[in-house]
């Protein structure tokens, strides 16, 4: 029997027990593979004793439907730079990457399919380069991983975006108010872009495109007649005014350098700064985005992803990523994926489109 290593790493996202039920299908028609999952991302089999699974067609029915993922996942612990405590208390950054190639040689796996986005794909190059055939899958809600024209989780977060959008239009046109949205995304507006299209949202921010607070003060003040009227704003998380900062924390250790979060408050404070006298509420959608069971274009995207990927396994063609490509499920090298971050652009087509609408940017 062969042995096939299944982990999800980074966020978790709507759509990745689709894609372990998809491989473990497709691996099932074959007799001499066996498919594994490793708990926590890689962690399950960096532990000793290693918390490892056995999927069947048993473990996985029905669990496409389900969010989250059944193997748990993590953001932390990077194991290209890990964290390790050395005897006086300091931490020292170590690459395991070697190591964890050992490991899973060790156990016998011949193969992993690796589900992450662009964090976690660095990770699957690292690992390929070092010797372990491995094949990458694209999850985030941020859209934000290069060769693919969508990954699995984005549409679901866009649906649960918009759907609270909708909401906040109601209550912002009965209280004349300003109402800012804040969404995910990381360093692309591609959440923010979408739900604005869909909401039909006055305001978009996003962070390819630095707003100029005073245009949104006139934006806003157009909208408004004898101190009656509403705005709606969506906003990703990432947005920044023209020479100003992103809004962020410092991020945990061994994580990514920054937290975003916050960005709605520092623009609500702006606007009111800046004059505007209309009542502006804030809403954080937060990790809602992420969670829940994913619509049905995710699942289709997913469940393909799934079993693509097990096939590139036994084409024994590694080093690849599977991605959805003008609307064709294919691959490309991870390497070619992960030299470049998915940014929207700000002179394309569907930004074009959204101000066409009349859709604002700040610009
Ligand atoms: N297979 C894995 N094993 C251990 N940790 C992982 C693995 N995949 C991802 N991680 C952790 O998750 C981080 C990436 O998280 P993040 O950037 O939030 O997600 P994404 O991969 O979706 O971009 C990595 O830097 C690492 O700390
Ligand atoms: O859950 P955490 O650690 O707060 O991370 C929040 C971040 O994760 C995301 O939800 C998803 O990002 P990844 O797909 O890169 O994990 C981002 O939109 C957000 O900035
Ligand atoms: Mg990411």
């Known amino acids: ?11 978790d996202c709507p759509g990745l027990n689709a894609v372990i039920r998809g491989i473990v299908k497709r691996a099932s028609k074959e007799e001499d593979w066996e498919v594994w999952g490793s708990f926590e991302a890689l962690n399950g089999l960096m532990e000793e004793p290693t918390r490892l699974i056995r999927l069947d067609k048993k473990t996985v029915a029905g669990i496409h439907v389900k969010g989250g993922t059944i193997l748990g996942t993590t953001n932390k612990g990077n194991p290209m730079n890990y964290p390790e405590k050395q005897a006086d208390g300091y931490i020292k950054y170590i690459n395991r990457i070697p190591w964890l190639v050992d490991r899973l ?10 589900i992450g986005g662009d964090g976690s794909q660095a990770i699957s190059q690292a690992m390929f ?56 995304g990381r360093d692309a507006g591609w959440i923010a872009l979408y739900t604005a299209i869909s909401g039909g949202a006055e305001i978009c921010l996003i962070p390819e495109i630095p707003y100029d607070l ?24 990432g947005a920044k005014a023209k020479d100003g900062t992103i809004t962020a924390t410092k991020g945990e250790e061994g994580r990514h350098a920054v937290r975003l979060g916050g960005v709605c408050y520092a623009l609500s404070q702006q606007l009111k700064d800046a004059g ?12 809602t985005q992420r969670g829940g069971t994913p619509i049905a274009y995710d699942r289709v995207i997913a469940s393909v992803f799934g079993v693509t990927a097990m096939e590139l396994v036994l084409a024994g063609k590694y080093g690849e990523l599977v991605v959805l490509k003008n609307n064709q499920y294919t691959s490309v090298p991870i390497k ?28």
């Open 1 to 11: 029997m062969k042995k096939l290593l299944v982990a999800t790493g980074g966020g």
């Open 129 to 184: 380069e070092a010797g372990m055939p491995v094949v990458g899958v694209p999850k985030t809600i941020d859209n934000d991983l290069n060769s693919t024209d969508f990954t699995f989780g984005f549409q679901t977060a866009v649906q649960t975006a918009s759907e609270s959008f909708d909401r906040l239009v109601t209550t912002a046109s009965s209280h004349h108010r300003v109402m800012i949205m804040e969404v995910m």
């Open 214 to 237: 005073q245009a949104l003060v006139s934006k806003i003040n157009e909208r408004y007649v004898d101190g009656r009227g509403f705005v709606n704003i969506v906003i990703a998380e």
């Open 276 to 287: 505007i006298t209309a009542d502006i509420r804030e809403t954080v959608l937060g990790h």
């Open 336 to 363: 070619e994926a992960i030299s470049a971050y998915n940014y929207v652009d700000p002179k394309g087509t569907l930004v074009e489109a959204a101000k066409g609408l009349g859709i604002f940017f700040g610009d």
């Open 105 to 114: 040689k060790e156990k016998g796996f011949e193969a992993l399919i690796n």
